[in-house]
């Protein structure tokens, strides 16, 4: 395996399920990131982990929970969501030394998990 | 407010057609700029990214980008597209004052044969 990898690909759910977005990552990278994309909107950043730590928290609904038990892996739990949560949740890692220079660091996408909540 | 524009939403061409998909930023300073593309199904690529010197910057796919600072302006350009280009484009710049990367809405590309 290589790369970022997404389970699952897509994910029907309905508003009082609990289920869980899985990502891991093959790189080595010290940096993780859940976004959010819905259509015609930008990018949404959801929250990020550095070394583990969550260091990022972009006003975020409790309905979504994230979890870093590693360096290689991140989940996104989900629970009570809304119909308006319906959207591709894409995983992102990269490698940088923290502060603002991570700024500087490519960002290497999964696939993403297409969710839709009925 | 600190913002990231794409206008067009949506460019069709001709594949050997030149191409040039449009960005423009919003920001007291001259942000780290990076061009992404998705392809259908797939997450987002680093194409290219602009931080300081040279305004013309090459990327992969034969792609580059010039950074205009009297424009705001970090336009995307290849000079002959093919059909495999049809794909997502996104505009991202990187706010060192809120240490956030914020992407633009994204352009996508039609390449008709």
């Known amino acids: 395996e290589t790369g970022v990898t997404q389970t699952p690909r897509h994910l029907v759910m309905g508003m009082t399920n609990k289920k869980s977005l899985k990502c891991e990552q093959h790189l080595g990278h010290n940096a993780m990131y859940w976004y959010k994309q819905s259509a015609k909107k930008p990018l949404e950043l959801m929250f990020v982990y550095s070394l583990e730590e969550r260091v990022e928290n972009n006003s975020v609904p409790s309905r979504f929970s994230p979890e870093c038990p590693n360096s290689s892996h991140l989940f996104l739990h989900l629970h009570t969501l809304q119909p308006e949560d319906s959207a591709l949740y894409l995983c992102?890692?990269?490698?940088?030394?923290?502060?603002?220079?991570?700024?500087?660091?490519?960002?290497?996408f999964g696939s993403g998990t297409q969710l839709s909540v009925l | 407010a600190q913002s990231v524009t794409q206008p067009d939403i949506h460019i069709t061409v001709s594949e050997g057609a030149s191409l040039e998909l449009r960005c423009n930023y919003s920001?007291?300073?001259?942000?780290?700029l990076f061009w992404y593309v998705q392809s259908p199904g797939q997450g987002l690529q680093l194409l290219l990214k602009y931080f300081s010197g040279d305004t013309l910057v090459q990327g992969i796919k034969g792609f580059e980008a010039e950074f205009k600072r009297s424009q705001s302006s970090f336009n995307l350009r290849k000079p002959s597209v093919h059909w495999s280009d049809a794909a997502e484009y996104f505009c991202a710049v990187g706010l060192f004052n809120t240490d956030k990367l914020i992407f633009g809405t994204g352009t996508r590309l039609q390449v008709f044969p």
């Open positions: 992102a890692s990269s490698q940088g030394p923290g502060g603002a220079d991570h700024l500087k660091s490519e960002l290497f």
């Open positions: 920001y007291g300073a001259t942000p780290y």
